[in-house]
Structure formats: C-alpha cells, structure tokens
C-alpha cells in the first residue's frame, strides 16, 4: 500500500486526510479531549470534507475512566500506526507517564516518524524515553521544578505550549486549543484557520511564547512580600509611565534592597523588569487586537511611538509593523 507523502508541523506538503490517535492514560480529561478534536472537528465542517479523523486508544483495555469519572470507548490494541499519523498523548498520572509498556510504544511510534501532541504528564513519558532532547518543551508549572530535577539536560520552557517538528506540548486545554488552531493554520492557511477560530468564538490565538499564568511566590520562588506587591503592582499598572523610584517610595523599601531582590529574583534590575513587561503586554496587544501601534505605545505606558518602536525592535528583532 503507497503511503501518502508525509507531514510535519512545518510542512507544505500535506496528505489529503490527518489520521489523529488520542492515547489515554489514568488521569486524562474531557476538557483535553475536547481541546484537540474541537477545532479539528470544526475545520471539517467549515470545509465540507474530512480534513482530520481521530479515534480514542488506550493500553489499558477497551474502556478509559477519564479524570471526571467518564467512561470512554477505546482500541485496546493499536499496534503499529500508519507513518503519518499524529500521535496525542494525554494523561495526568505520574504512574502512567512511567510505565514501561507505553514507553516503548512511544519509542516505536518516533522512530516510523509520527508526530506527537503531549498533554498532561506526557511529557515525562517521552523524556524518560529519551525523545526530548534538545528541543524547547512546554511543561506546566506545576511540574517544572520536578522535571528540571529529574531531567536536567532537558529544555523546560515556561511556555503556554511548545512547537517543534516532531514534539508538541500543551500545559492546559486552552493552549492545546490554540495549538491545534496553530496546526490548521499551518496545513491550510491563515483564511481557514481564522475561520475556525471564529467559529469557536475564541480571540486571536496567543503565541506559543506566552508566559504561564503561575502564581507569583512560587515563580519566584519567594516568599518575601514586598518583593511580590511589587511585582504586582508592576504587573497591573503597565498603562502607567512609573519609575523605580516610585515603587520604593510606595512600598517604603530602598532602592539598592529592591534592585537586589529583583537580581536574585528575576536576573535582571526593576527598569529592565518593569520596560519587559510593558513590552510582552504591547505585543500580546498587537497580536489580538486592531489597535495602533501609537495607541499600543501609549497604553502601556511609553512616552512616544518612536521609543516604542526602538524598545520593541531591540527585545523582538523586529518592529511593531513588521511583527503584526
């Protein structure tokens, strides 16, 4: 049987139907499913013709308790898929990410060169696998201090989700939702992929750099107060043109006591710390928003579009025109 030409992530040429396997594990969810195969579902519709298929797999037996107490039809045996296929790995058990069967029906899927969706713990399935190596993956919070300790030559990236040609990871549903939508885009262009994303009635899709939303104290890794209102405060008011010396003023700290704090904490001084800010925020504005890019500058806090633009070129490499 001809195999039809093989995809990647970042691939023009494409096969007329992506053959989608879900693999669940102990711990997987509805809301993980539903992120996957929502907007694969809608492009088919959008389109009139089946552009993905997907069934649900599991290794455990013909039925998946999921997370919420669903019952959840599966292929017991799935073997060996068909090259093209794109592999979603979905389960939140540490115990499952560690069993030694599902390692080595991973390893088997990569080496005939499937892609992978990683959802939940998967991600340490594929490093215990070995299959992580020099590529950035997103990996949540929650989990980042564990994976840093157990893996350290591993790239852990505080990411929303990671994209690479072979590996792709999502830290929520959400972000796998927009990973998908990133997919689409990508095998059928940006016309169709909007459409999707309309039709989900979701905003414009973040970019897979988009920092987590992790709680202050533990990205930090601080428990010192002050240290944290600040940072909020910086966080919340990046409309506003302030200054460091007015953080040490209202929180009655010195200057040299709050620069440390930032250099232990962040590694870089409150000025870099509060001007990063404003400009993640900027870009975030262009990206989901029809605002201009003076109208950007001035809502986040930047005395003329000319030093925007100079800002925003010299941390992204490009200009606010040219990055939108």
Known sequence: MEHPARNSFNSGA???VQDVVIMLGDGATLADCSAITQPMLTMNEISGRRHY???YASLNGSVQKLA?????SCDADVGQLHHDTLVVLNWGSAATAKEDKLIAWVRRQYRVGNKFILQGNAVFTLARAGLLSDIPVAVHWE???TMKELYPNILAVDQLYSVSPRICASTCSDAATELVVGLIETRHGREIASKVQEQLNRPACRPPTTPQSIPLARKYGSRNQTFLAVVERIQSSYEEDISVQDLCCEFNISR????????????TSPLRFIKDHRLRKAQKLLQITNMSVLEVAIAC????????RTAFKRKFGVTPKQFV
């Open 301 to 308: 806090g930047f005395q003329s579009d000319s030093c925007f």
């Open 14 to 16: 494409q096969p007329i």
């Open 143 to 145: 989990w980042m201090e």
């Open 53 to 55: 298929r997907w069934h």
């Open 68 to 72: 919420c107490g669903a019952e959840l």
């Open 256 to 267: 040299r006591q709050l620069e440390r704090q930032f250099a232990e904490k962040t590694g």
